[in-house]
């Protein structure tokens, strides 16, 4: 068993992790690509195990208690929506959610209310050139606190990267220009990394919705660097939630 635990710095909603984050963290132990679903808001400040299964599979747990799965899996994408870096920031500009309308303000990854430094201060927006089906797009230059040992940004924060663009992606209607703001939370993400960028590199994500089933909304995502090379994917699972428990209340 390894003891993971969330710093409250990397939180979503107010009381626990973000999603991709958490998700990035378990992916560690596994190879190539990952699936990981979320079973339970994972805790902050709270030592978790990451425990290896006699099936292959990785469970992080808080005592008795399941908060998430992992499991190595293929992820490929239909579809590959790129941008320029000079894009993603004019996307940026007509983000769907304004500061003070946004629902998680602290979220590590999206929140406005996050210091440049210490939150990814990911905005998407959608990219003026698709008149019909939508895509956003947003920049993101990683900071030198997110580097790893080896000096390129460790693995977990472009699972986080790739996470949150993708809730705003499953808010937008996957057929037309339709936005809603219904309350989400990732319930499952599955991505793929090809090459980790250096902090300081400028960056492009890109993201989709791919589909709606009742309560579940899906979507893609794709992180590029500067000159089109594809650093990472990313497919996820939101759930349509009460904005009570999106709080964690």
Same mark, same amino acid.
């Given at each position: 068993?390894?003891?993971?635990?969330?710093?409250?710095?990397?939180?979503?909603?107010?009381?626990?992790?973000?999603?991709?984050?958490?998700?990035?963290?378990?992916?560690?132990?596994?190879?190539?690509? &990952? $699936?990981?679903? *979320?079973? !339970? %808001?994972?805790? =902050?400040?709270?030592? +978790?195990?990451?425990?290896?299964?006699?099936?292959?599979?990785?469970?992080?747990?808080?005592?008795?208690?399941?908060?998430?799965?992992?499991?190595?899996?293929?992820?490929?994408?239909?579809?590959?929506?790129?941008?320029?870096?000079?894009?993603?920031?004019?996307?940026?500009?007509?983000?769907?959610?304004?500061?003070?309308?946004?629902?998680?303000?602290?979220?590590?990854?999206?929140?406005?209310?996050?210091?440049?430094?210490?939150?990814?201060?990911?905005?998407?927006?959608?990219?003026?050139?698709?008149?019909?089906?939508?895509?956003?797009?947003?920049?993101?230059?990683?900071?030198?606190?997110?580097? &790893? $040992?080896?000096? *390129?940004? !460790? %693995?977990?924060? =472009?699972?986080?990267? +790739?996470?949150?663009?993708?809730?705003?992606?499953?808010?937008?209607?996957?057929?037309?220009?339709?936005?809603?703001?219904?309350?989400?939370?990732?319930?499952?993400?599955?991505?793929?990394?090809?090459?980790?960028?250096?902090?300081?590199?400028?960056?492009?994500?890109?993201?989709?919705?791919?589909?709606?089933d009742g309560r579940k909304r899906t979507a893609e995502a794709a992180l590029h660097d500067e000159i089109g090379r594809l650093l990472a994917v990313a497919r996820t699972t939101w759930i349509a939630v009460e904005r009570e428990v999106q709080l964690g209340?």
């Open positions: 068993m390894t003891q993971i635990i969330i710093d409250k710095r990397y939180c979503g909603p107010p009381n626990s992790g973000n999603g991709g984050y958490v998700c990035g963290r378990l992916a560690q132990h596994i190879p190539r690509g &990952a $699936e990981v679903t *979320l079973r !339970a %808001p994972p805790p =902050l400040d709270t030592p +978790l195990g990451a425990i290896a299964t006699d099936d292959g599979t990785w469970e992080l747990r808080d005592g008795a208690k399941l908060i998430a799965t992992g499991r190595a899996t293929s992820v490929e994408l239909a579809r590959l929506e790129t941008a320029s870096f000079e894009e993603a920031c004019a996307a940026e500009l007509l983000t769907l959610v304004k500061p003070h309308e946004h629902p998680l303000p602290t979220c590590f990854v999206c929140g406005p209310a996050r210091a440049q430094g210490d939150g990814l201060r990911i905005f998407a927006g959608p990219l003026g050139r698709h008149a019909q089906a939508p895509v956003l797009a947003a920049s993101w230059t990683p900071d030198r606190n997110l580097a &790893a $040992e080896d000096g *390129l940004v !460790a %693995p977990e924060f =472009l699972w986080s990267a +790739l996470d949150c663009p993708t809730g705003f992606a499953c808010n937008c209607d996957p057929q037309g220009n339709a936005f809603d703001r219904t309350p989400l939370l990732l319930g499952r993400m599955s991505a793929r990394i090809e090459a980790r960028p250096r902090p300081g590199d400028r960056c492009v994500i890109t993201a989709w919705p791919t589909g709606r209340r």
